[in-house]
């Protein structure tokens, strides 16, 4: 999605794509929830505004890399819902032929180099697409997703430093949700957090209200064209709120009630909502919105229910050493 000219035009924009997101994590938990999905998703319910922000303001060409709760980056960045559901639903159409699952959803050809379920794993690949793309003498950059949790593993420290260093095209993106799996973040990170860490690292950080749709938008816009034109990293710390738990079985029973109901009437998707009625938009066509997504992705939960197993035969392919998995080395 390139930016538009006229703010009420990206404000839908933005609020399609979120109102997308939303719906395809809540068709998956249903999914999920009625068997049909193997294995417990990560969803972003209550982030939605982070990926859309920035997602919005990158290129086709440019590249992203994500975390463990990664739909919502998968899908704002362009990839297929078809390809997603069949991946989450273990079916031979999926982005990953149905190997991956929820935590490793890929779609090279829009540049999203992959989810990851290790915490920070994304970080060095990001630092290594993007030395990458110097080295060819590309203009394109590249999108870095993690969450607050993060910032305590080495990954996040070598890969700043590394980026740091080389003047890297790398925007890192915090998602700052205040939880790492079921624990406080606070509780176990030392110092004021990661801006400061960053900003040791000589990376320039901006902190916006995650659940700003707007707001998100504007300064990924600034940062993105910084990076562009080749000053090196720039690292975004937006704070957010995930209304769920940490999976799909996760009733999030841990959290304070209160908290979550303040979140819930605060989530960035009513918060949008809002602001374009505010400005003249018809409640009936955000409803048109609305619904268009959640029949969207019926649809495709339809589809891949329907859709095809992997062929046992194929269970070898994309390994990277054959030969040692089947006993042969």
Known sequence: MTRIGDNRARLLALYTTMCRIRAFE??????????EIPGPLHVSIGQEAVAAGICGNLRRDDRITSNHRGHGHA????????????????????????????????????????AN???????????????????????????????????NRGPFLEGLNWAALYR??????CEDNGVAAFTATASVTAGPGVAARAEALGVPT??????DAAAVDEAAARLVAEVRAGTGPRLLHATTYRITGHTSTDPAAWRDPAAVEAARA???????????????VAGSTLDIIQGDALAEMAAARSSALAAPWPDPAVAWEDVQDIGAVAGEA
């Open 26 to 35: 809540e068709t998956a938990l249903a999914a999920h929830k009625a068997g």
């Open 75 to 114: 899908l704002a960045k362009g990839a297929g819902v078809a390809g997603m559901m069949e991946e989450l639903f273990g079916r031979a159409g999926g982005h990953c032929r149905g190997k991956g699952g929820s935590m490793h959803i890929a779609d090279f050809s829009v540049g999203m180099l992959g």
């Open 117 to 151: 379920g290790v915490v920070a794993g994304g970080i060095p690949i990001a630092v290594g697409a993007a030395q990458g793309l110097k080295l060819m003498g590309s203009d394109a950059i590249v999108a870095c997703f993690f969450g607050d949790g993060a910032i």
């Open 168 to 173: 890297l095209p790398v925007l890192f993106v």
């Open 206 to 211: 901006v902190s916006v209200d995650g659940n």
């Open 266 to 280: 605060a989530e960035p998707i009513l918060r949008l909502r809002a602001r374009l009625l505010s400005e003249g």
